[in-house]
T-cell receptor, first 113, second 111 residues
Framework: EPEVTQTPSHQVTQMGQEVILRCVPI?????FYWYRQILGQKVEFLVS????????KSEIFDDQFSVERPDGSNFTLKIRSTKLEDSAMYFC???????????FGPGTRLTVT | GQQLNQSPQSMFIQEGEDVSMNCTSS?????WLWYKQDPGEGPVLLIA?????ELTSNGRLTAQFGITRKDSFLNISASIPSDVGIYFC???????????FGTGTRLTVIP
């Protein structure tokens, strides 16, 4: 069964450093998402991406964040200057259509020290 | 942001027992979804509901989309040890394409 993949599984970085989290969505999907989950809390929406542009973003997704689909398969989340409070699991999700049927990747655990 | 409240927050049950959990919101949703999350992994979709009043089953799981469109419940029958995990409800608002997640119900099944 096709699945969303994410790399790396765990990233440790120092405060102020830039990180890029990578995702390969399911190949025929058109809608892409990033969510985050702070340890022990609920999953929170960050951004959605369709047709090579951001379609929606939350208040969490400030100027430090950016997303890109550099080629036909990868979907990346960049955090320009990480803060301690950016430590969380980051999940990529993809969807074929707008039915709410989002498939999630296994996540990248980001630890900012 | 939207607040989806799940109850109970956690449950400890004996293997073989049935489980019921629910999710409520002050907002109306077009779609309700139930996800299960195992430790260190991403949420896995269990059931999707698209119409008010809809009752859908997936094996031992049954979920319903509330008539008011502001709530949903999930039942698990005859629980087994691999049902352990955190169950999240998620909703899709009218006109939106991102999910709002509930606060989660942590299920522990005692063999």
């Amino acid at each position: 069964e096709p699945e969303v993949t994410q790399t790396p599984s765990h990233q440790v970085t120092q405060m102020g450093q830039e990180v890029i989290l990578r995702c390969v969505p399911i190949s025929n999907h058109l809608y892409f998402y990033w969510y985050r989950q702070i340890l022990g809390q609920k999953v929170e929406f960050l951004v959605s991406f369709y047709n090579n542009e951001i379609s929606e973003k939350s208040e969490i997704f400030d100027d430090q964040f950016s997303v890109e689909r550099p080629d036909g398969s990868n979907f990346t989340l960049k955090i320009r200057s990480t803060k301690l409070e950016d430590s969380a699991m980051y999940f990529c999700a993809s969807e074929a259509g707008l039915a709410g049927y989002e498939y999630f990747g296994p996540g990248t655990r980001l630890t900012v020290t | 942001g939207q607040q989806l409240n799940q109850s109970p927050q956690s449950m400890f049950i004996q293997e073989g027992e049935d489980v019921s959990m629910n999710c409520t919101s002050s907002s109306i949703f077009n779609t309700w979804l139930w996800y299960k999350q195992d430790p260190g992994e991403g949420p896995v979709l269990l059931i999707a509901l698209y119409k008010a009043g809809e009752l859908t089953s997936n094996g031992r799981l049954t979920a319903q989309f509330g008539i008011t469109r502001k709530d949903s419940f999930l039942n698990i029958s005859a629980s087994i040890p691999s049902d352990v995990g955190i169950y999240f409800c998620a909703g899709l608002l009218p006109g939106a394409n991102n999910l709002f997640f509930g606060t989660g119900t942590r299920l522990t099944v005692i063999p």
